[in-house]
Nanobody, 116 residues
């Protein structure tokens, strides 16, 4: 049973920073890719950032230059450093892990609220 547990969300003022963490646990979980998605009220879930096993990354245009994704492979943990936060970054942030069989796992989400 694979579990992804996010932490690090909260309330921050515009221009501030937050660091999200996602720890993956499970008897056998060797993710191919891990990423962060977010869903704002009334909107569809969207990709924020993803990091693949070879270390390559991809970001949504809206967060490029402000957010950085990183992973600690031995710990099966992925991080999202969010700087220069904007009110439009307010959303529930979800961690996603994709294993080599194409199975996708999701965390329960952590709320990030950015006040103006």
């Amino acid at each position: 049973q694979v579990q992804l547990v996010e932490s690090g969300g909260g309330l921050v003022q515009a221009g501030g920073s937050l660091r999200l963490s996602c720890a993956a646990s499970g008897s056998i979980f060797r993710p191919n890719a891990m990423g962060w998605y977010r869903q704002a009220p009334g909107k569809q879930r969207e990709l924020v950032a993803i990091i693949v096993s070879d270390g390559s990354t991809n970001y949504a245009n809206s967060v490029k230059g402000r957010f950085t994704i990183a992973r600690d492979n031995p710990k099966n943990t992925v991080y999202l450093q969010m700087n220069s936060l904007k009110p439009e970054d307010t959303a529930v942030y979800y961690c996603n892990g994709l294993d080599w069989d194409g199975i996708s796992y999701w965390g329960k989400g952590t709320l990030v609220t950015v006040s103006a």
